[in-house]
């Protein structure tokens, strides 16, 4: 029989990026998830199925079945929370290994190589696993497929109903900021006695034209500002060409979320905070003081 | 499920920049202390008399020079509330792998005939950060499985638990018994008394070999090089004889690198 892999996702960039990888391996097949319209994926020519549901159980279900039928020798996926735990009860049936946020996969013969963050985003990890395997991707690292061949097949999928239900959803409260698409980022943190005084944050990032990022304290315990602020691990990874950290001590978490800035500027006023060791630019300094200075003199200075 | 995780903050380089992994030391991961925290109150609220266990799989070896670190990881969670443990440690399962991890957590459950209401597991551990253990505990015990919990509670027998997920918060309604995974937000873990701490080395404690149990798979993936990921940052530090120049010598800076523009 040939080799297939199947390709697992709800987005279409999501799709296209894992069949670079999964053409490589066998005939591929997608399994498109949620109340999307899976007729743009059958330019592909691969056959897609599609469940309307998209709640993990369903999923689950949904994948189990096609896993037997297909018996794919890759399953390939973005990293997100919810196919995180299909995924990982697909790898628990059949003793497949796993591995999340990979990168630089490559492909040969009966295995697969890739590598990915380690260590809270300390180190990168290069790993090697044996086919039949399970790899989501980080986002956004692998080259898209292209489109092509003849149209695909579309064929949609019913599984039994679900033990687990959903009894209700909601929405995040979004302070709607893309933190992870930003350019320049000023970021707050514990050192903010209160939820008003980020007003100096935000007032300087006004000047800069830059957004609003925080630690975890701010986000997830304080709640200051919503989810969509955090950086570090737990959080949003961001890539910004200058990221501001003011008031933040450097946590190992928040540092592994801002590994791929270009230029890190700390302010803090304990000058043995973690952060000055992992920043270009510090100043140790009372950030009630600082801040509103460097606000008023950028506000001079800068080119319109 | 407790896991004695590689301590990041412990990392260090060879001279060829890879991760030194002799000289780390383990601790237990982080978000398994909200697993037991969780542990404790539901059993207190909702299941009074039950006992709670703990399962651990040593992961990183060799046994004989990890041994001390495993066994004060499981003495913290039996003095954060957990009754007994069971430790599976041998050499041949490491370095683990979750196939080896999740086999052997069934194994261990299956051996003893433990017949647990709730399996609870942090959503992550802080070394691999895959999250995948619980689910696979889940599959193969073929129980419902509910992820990334940030609260927990038990209604007419069945529990309720609110998933963080990316863009929105899913209330889920779910069958007893089930695994759970939880993030950090669920609790805030207390510390153990000092009468807890003394307890937890009386509590029963069972070190189990690999050839004690049954269906252990041995590790698949290799872990074929691990490099410090060395970010350099120039870690200068700009000083004024006022804020004033202070921020200018910084915005001086940052105009040199190109990152922002003045008239």
Redesign the interface.
Known sequence: MAMTSLVVAQREDDVAEALTIARQVGEPHILVFGQVDPSPLLDYGHPVHHLRSD???SL?LALRSLYESLKPSIILAPT???L??????????Y???????VYDVKVSGSSA?YRR??????????????LPAVLLLAPRKTPRAPKGGAKGTLETVQPPSP??????????ERGGVNIEAAE?IVSVGRGFRSKEDLKMAFELAEV?GAQVGCSRPIA?DLKWLSEDHWVG??GHKVAP??YIAIGISGA?QHLAGI?DA????AINNDKSAPI??????????DLY??VP??T???KE???? | MLKPA?N??T?RGTPEGL?DFDYMSLKLSDIDRNAVEEAVRLRDAYFKGSKIYSITVAAWGPVDKRDKDVKMAVQEGLAKGVDEAFIVEDDSLTPG???TT??AIVAVIRKFNLKPDLVLAGEAT???????????????LGL?????ARKLDVKDGRI?AER????????????IPAVVSV???INVPRPPTLIQIRMASRKPQHVIKASDLEGV?KP??????????A?K???????GKT??E???K??D??VA?G?????
């Not at chain 1, 963050?117 to 044996?130: H, K, N, T, V």
């Open positions: 709640d993990t159980e689950f997100t929370k919810n995180k735990d299909v995924l990982s009860r697909v790898a628990g049936l003793d497949l290994p796993l591995a999340t946020e190589s963050g380690f260590l809270s985003g300390r180190a990168i990890a290069l790993e090697e696993a044996p033990t687990v239900k959903v009894l209700e959803r909601r929405p995040k320049l800069l997830a691990l737990s060409k200058l190992p590994t270009k230029l890190v500027v000055f060791k992992n920043c270009d630019y510090g100043v140790v300094a003081q600082f200075v460097l008023k003199r950028l200075r800068l080119a319109k | 590689l990041p903050e990392i991760v792998d979750p196939v999740a086999s802080i070394d691999g950060f895959t999250g995948q253990v619980a689910g696979r505990v889940a599959a193969k419902p499985y509910v992820s990334f309720v963080d997920v990316e863009d929105y918060v899913e209330v889920v309604e779910a069958p993030t950090r937000e798979v698949k993936k290799k872990l074929v090089e691990a490099r410090v990921l970010v940052r120039k870690q200068t530090i700009i000083e804020l004033e202070t921020a200018d910084l915005i800076a940052l690198e990152v922002i523009r003045v008239r």
